[in-house]
T-cell receptor
Framework: KAGVTQTPRYLIKTRGQQVTLSCSPISGHRSVSWYQQTPGQGLQFLFEYFSETQRNKGNFPGRFSGRQFSNSRSEMNVSTLELGDSALYLC???????????FGEGSRLTVL | AQRVTQPEKLLSVFKGAPVELKCNYSYSGSPELFWYVQYSRQRLQLLLRHISRESIKGFTADLNKGETSFHLKKPFAQEEDSAMYYCALFNAGNMLTFGGGTRLMVKP
């Protein structure tokens, strides 16, 4: 099976812009979650989707949003980018609600 | 609020030496804990979970509810064990709360 695929892998944006990141889960996995990884804050949970419904949301401002499509693919959007949004954004998929997550390689966002 | 603490950012040992990566947690319910590992230029991946009580790549971890700890241990470290290790606490909705991570360096 193909692993979790994230696109784009790298991107550079300027403050005030918005960005959309995409994630294709492992075939058959209906749960997709997103994490932000930074040197200062480590790995932080953003949100989780299951069957197109957001089940859980981390402590991030409303500028961070996401959605899941009927084929389980997911996107996350960050609007009005700030310098502090520079991070590696990781997507993970899961077959069940067990905590066993399969991670993608991440999308590295740099905000200038 | 739930929290996971890994007190050591870096742990350096020689090949063949025992390894213990520390993890402490705070959680009001019954915890489910995991260790994830990220080898150089690889994805973050599950190493082991406390429920399964299995040994993976020679690593074991025991949940100690009294001390609220879930330390990762290996009796004899190998160079290929060098990686970033994250302890994580599971919550509903596949939400994981990660510790800050410990970089393990195994020297030849």
């Amino acid at each position: 099976k193909a692993g979790v695929t994230q696109t784009p892998r790298y991107l550079i944006k300027t403050r005030g812009q918005q960005v959309t990141l995409s994630c294709s889960p492992i075939s058959g996995h209906r749960s997709v979650s997103w994490y932000q990884q930074t040197p200062g804050q480590g790995l932080q949970f953003l949100f989780e989707y299951f069957s197109e419904t957001q089940r859980n949301k981390g402590n991030f401002p409303g500028r961070f949003s996401g959605r899941q499509f009927s084929n389980s693919r997911s996107e996350m959007n960050v609007s009005t980018l700030e310098l502090g949004d520079s991070a590696l954004y990781l997507c993970a998929s899961s077959l069940k609600e067990t905590g066993e997550l399969f991670f993608g390689e991440g999308s590295r966002l740099t905000v200038l | 609020a739930q929290r996971v603490t890994q007190p050591e950012k870096l742990l350096s040992v020689f090949k063949g030496a025992p390894v213990e990566l520390k993890c402490n947690y705070s959680y009001s319910g019954s915890p489910e804990l995991f260790w994830y590992v990220q080898y150089s230029r690889q994805r973050l991946q599950l190493l082991l979970r406390h429920i399964s009580r299995e040994s993976i790549k020679g690593f074991t971890a025991d949940l100690n509810k009294g001390e609220t700890s879930f330390h990762l241990k290996k009796p004899f470290a190998q160079e290929e064990d060098s990686a970033m290790y994250y302890c994580a606490l599971f919550n509903a909705g596949n939400m994981l709360t990660f510790g800050g991570g410990t970089r393990l360096m195994v020297k030849p």
